[in-house]
């Protein structure tokens, strides 16, 4: 249980820290993460490390009554150390993003170059997918002192997966939003 207070005080920082940012950059143009990782869609971080305590308020709410299968257990903590691990991330690229190109020229992409590498997020997508499967199957099949690599190898297959989807989401609505407010299109 140590290590779940460890979450909760680590929550607490990402709060702060979050909101620091929040404060510092203002709204991003887009959902900041996936929909399968955060179901709020902010384009703000405190929002997101919200959900993520909220996700951690109910593994120990559904643990205390004694109402966490295993399963349940499984996703949940996954979901958890995924929500935490795109936070962390977001939070340790404040720095790069500061001097990044803003978001408009990046739409200056030749439109033909973000087909490309829509189509190279896709080849990602399938061989991760087969990853995916390969891990799943392999967990299945180990024997008991080996469950725990075979599960952190299965969630780490899983979170490149996550963020490959995350990845070509953004390329998608890239196009989307190209097509739709560039109608020459430049297809160079």
């Known amino acids: 249980m140590s290590t779940f207070n460890d979450i909760a005080s680590k929550l607490d920082q990402m ?8 404060r510092q950059k203002g709204e991003h143009h887009q959902a900041l993460f ?3 990782l955060f179901r709020c869609r902010a384009r703000l971080l405190v929002p997101c490390v919200a959900e993520t305590r909220a996700t951690y308020d109910t593994i120990i709410r559904e643990q205390s009554a ?7 257990a499984e996703h949940l903590t996954q979901l958890l150390l995924s929500q935490l691990g795109a936070i ?3 939070l340790a690229t404040q720095k790069i993003r500061n001097t990044e190109i803003k978001h408009s020229s990046h739409y200056r992409k030749p439109i033909s170059e973000l087909y490309q590498n829509l189509a190279q997020h896709q080849e990602w997508e399938t061989r991760l997918q087969d990853l995916v499967r390969q891990k799943t199957a392999a967990l299945n099949h180990t024997g008991q002192h080996n469950q725990t690599q075979a599960q952190q190898d299965l969630m780490t297959a899983e979170q490149r997966l996550a963020r490959c989807k995350e990845a070509k989401l953004k390329i998608e609505r890239q196009i989307t939003y190209r097509e739709k407010h560039n109608p020459s299109n430049d297809y160079v």
């Open 66 to 72: 004694k109402r966490l299968t295993a399963l349940r």
């Open 88 to 90: 962390q991330r977001e």
């Open 34 to 36: 996936d929909e399968h």
């Open 15 to 22: 709060s702060i820290q979050a909101a620091s940012r929040d």
